[in-house]
C-alpha cells in the first residue's frame, strides 16, 4: 500500500500550527519523527490525525510548550474532551482569531481549484490556508463529514520517486521483502535507490547496522 503523506509537510504543518497560536515548539523534525515512533510504532503516520480514532500529540493541560516531558499521544477524542474540561476548546468559530465561518469553510473545502484566486480575495486569506483545508490540517472538525477535496497538483505522496524520501519511508523500503525490482515498484522508487538503502550505503543512520 502506498503512503499518500509527506512526513515533513506534517511536521511543519505541526510546528507552523502551534505557532500561529502562539505556543511554543521545541522538536526538532528527527526527534518530532522519534517521539511519534516511540508511542504508535514506525507505521505511526498511519494513526495520527485529529478525526475519531487517532492520536494527537496533546500537552498536559493545554499549557506550555510543545516539548518532550510536557507532551503526551492520546486519541483525538480525548483531547476535545480535555480542551473542554479545560476551557481551552478553540474549534473553528469559536476560536477568536477565526476569520472563516463553518459555512465558508465547507464551500472552501468543495471548491474546484480553478475557483482559488476569486476565494482568495473573497475572504481575504492566503492560498496556503486553502491548500490546508483542503487537507484537513485546520477545520477538519467541520470537513471530516465531505467527500474527498479536490486538489491541483496531487502527487503520489512521500515516496513517490522523485520525493525526498524520510526517514520512515527509508525504514520500510529497508525492511520490505522481496525483489529489488519488486520493492521499487511498490515504493515507487529507482531499484538503485532500494540497493543503496539495503546496502547501507544511504539512509544507514536510521535502518540500523548492516551486515559486512
Not at 27 to 34: A, K
Not at 116 to 133: A, L, T
Request: proline fraction near 2%; aromatic fraction near 10%; include cysteine.
Amino acid at each position: 500500500m502506498n503512503v499518500s503523506i509527506n512526513i515533513r509537510e506534517r511536521y511543519d504543518q505541526h510546528k507552523g500550527n502551534a505557532r500561529g497560536r502562539g505556543i511554543a515548539f521545541q522538536f526538532t523534525f528527527e526527534d518530532w519523527v522519534n517521539w511519534w515512533e516511540e508511542h504508535l510504532g514506525y507505521r505511526w503516520f498511519e494513526k495520527r490525525g485529529r478525526n475519531r480514532g487517532q492520536y494527537v500529540m496533546a500537552r498536559y493541560k493545554d499549557r506550555g510548550a510543545y516539548v518532550r516531558g510536557n507532551v503526551k499521544c492520546i486519541l483525538a477524542e480525548d483531547n476535545n474532551q480535555e480542551k473542554a474540561s479545560n476551557g481551552t476548546s478553540t474549534k473553528g468559530m469559536k476560536n477568536p482569531a477565526a476569520k472563516l465561518t463553518d459555512e465558508q469553510v465547507r464551500k472552501i473545502y468543495l471548491s474546484v481549484p480553478k475557483d482559488e484566486v476569486k476565494i482568495m480575495h473573497k475572504y481575504d486569506i492566503r492560498r496556503q490556508h486553502i491548500n490546508m483545508i483542503k487537507k484537513r490540517a485546520v477545520w477538519g472538525h467541520i470537513t471530516m463529514e465531505l467527500p474527498e477535496a479536490k486538489r491541483k497538483g496531487v502527487s503520489k505522496g512521500a515516496n513517490h520517486w522523485n520525493a525526498k524520501l524520510t526517514p520512515i519511508l527509508a525504514r520500510r523500503i529497508y525492511l520490505a521483502k522481496g525483489s529489488l525490482k519488486q520493492i521499487a515498484q511498490h515504493f515507487e522508487v529507482t531499484k538503485s535507490r532500494v540497493q543503496k538503502i539495503k546496502n547501507g550505503s544511504q539512509w544507514r543512520s536510521v535502518t540500523g547496522p548492516h551486515k559486512s
